[in-house]
């Protein structure tokens, strides 16, 4: 090996944080897209019927880690009562299929007594999320993930800058956020009283907004946009608004969420796939950890119909790239890893790893994207061959 191949591998960063590097993300939305028409895509997708076949599906696999939800709406239904029957064979089936869970406690989803805005919201939050790791830790888990607030800076624009769904504002977007940080700072601190050595993976879409060639005047608001996106994770960190509680050992783990579409022209333009502005997720995952220096996961990425294979083929030799460099890469999450009517028009997915199920409770494997995954698994595996614990081929 030459002398640059040796300072190559010696720079070049392990994951050794979860269970396996390929992991799945369930869908587990509960949003309200309409005041009183919930979603709830635990149910849509036919995952509440199959846990244990999914988990078990996702093990086949290789994928021994992956982001599922507890539906809070389902269990507080009354005010500072908790029914865990919606959760509890969740726990069961992950552990019997040996899952490693990145529990999510809210994904755009609360109980219809609570009114977001204001301060008892928090409160709530924060009991529920101690009553739920008291719970896992009665129940012999060890070492847990939480997400306590799922995708803080998409819930703030999707529900109170254009009313797209709960809590059907517009214009509040700021205001939301800045809740859902308290919220989500105060969970983390209820859970680390049960759950000292708990982890967060805080998540957010990773996007790139950039001024269009033509328009070279808008490049000042393009920028304060894309800066935009880190306001949450800076919040969270106490770097902006210390008034809201935040610090820097409350920004743990980055859920990176990255689609084909999370490249744009200020304002709202879509920039192709060639585009030679846009940038390789791997320059945008280095400044992310230039900016940071905080683990991060690929929370969910996933492109829809015959793009899927070769999408994750694109995003895995990025983070390859990126891992290289020394950039703490922990995982790749694929999502939806499992079909589901599509949460914002009712369309099928098309993008998952596994269809909806057969009246069997089957579901049928994308062959070209398990070929992919299997086909990245192992060069991740072969790369990465100190990783002593497998974890990449499970």
Not at 99 to 109: D, K, S, T
Request: aromatic share 10%; charged share 20%.
């Amino acid at each position: 090996m030459s002398h640059q191949s040796l300072t190559d591998a010696r720079q070049r960063y392990h994951p050794s944080l979860f269970r396996s590097f390929f992991q799945g993300s369930f869908p587990c939305s509960t949003a309200c897209r309409t005041p009183g028409k919930r979603l709830d895509m635990v149910i849509s997708s036919g995952h509440d019927m199959l846990l244990e076949k999914d988990y078990a599906a996702l093990a086949e696999q290789h994928l021994h880690t992956a982001r599922d939800g507890a539906r809070w709406h389902l269990i507080e239904k009354i005010p500072g009562q908790y029914d865990w029957q919606s959760f509890l064979p969740m726990i069961d089936a992950a552990r019997r299929q040996q899952m490693e869970i990145i529990w999510e406690l809210a994904h755009f989803g609360y109980p219809e007594h609570l009114n977001i805005w204001k301060a008892e919201f928090v409160d709530h939050f924060s009991r529920f999320a101690r009553a739920m790791a008291q719970l896992m830790r009665d129940q012999g888990i060890e070492r847990p993930f939480f997400t306590p607030v799922n995708q803080i800076s998409f819930w703030s624009w999707a529900g109170a800058d254009v009313a797209w769904f709960n809590p059907h504002a517009a214009q509040r977007g700021k205001e939301l956020k800045r809740q859902l940080v308290r919220a989500s700072l105060a969970a983390i601190h209820a859970i680390r009283d049960i759950y000292p050595e708990a982890r967060f993976v805080l998540t957010d879409p990773l996007v790139q907004i950039a001024h269009h060639p033509d328009n070279p005047d808008s490049k000042p608001y393009a920028d304060a946009q894309h800066q935009a996106q880190f306001e949450a994770w800076d919040m969270l960190a106490g770097r902006v608004d210390k008034e809201l509680g935040g610090s820097e050992d409350c920004l743990d783990i980055l859920g990176l969420n990255y689609y084909p579409d999370n490249h744009w022209f200020f304002p709202d333009q879509p920039m192709s796939q060639d585009d030679p502005v846009r940038e390789p997720l791997h320059i945008m995952l280095a400044q992310c950890w230039q900016r940071y220096q905080r683990p991060m996961l690929i929370a969910e990425t996933g492109a829809e119909g015959d793009a899927r294979a070769p999408w994750l083929q694109e995003i895995s030799e990025n983070v390859a790239v990126a891992l290289d460099q020394g950039i703490a890469v922990e995982g790749i999450s694929l999502y939806p890893v499992v079909e589901y009517p599509a949460w914002a028009d009712d369309r099928r997915s098309p993008g998952p790893l596994l269809g909806l199920a057969d009246p069997n409770g089957n579901r049928n494997l994308h062959e070209a994207l398990a070929l992919v995954l299997r086909s990245q698994q192992i060069k991740f595996a072969t790369r990465n061959q100190t990783c002593s614990d497998g974890g990449f081929l499970g």
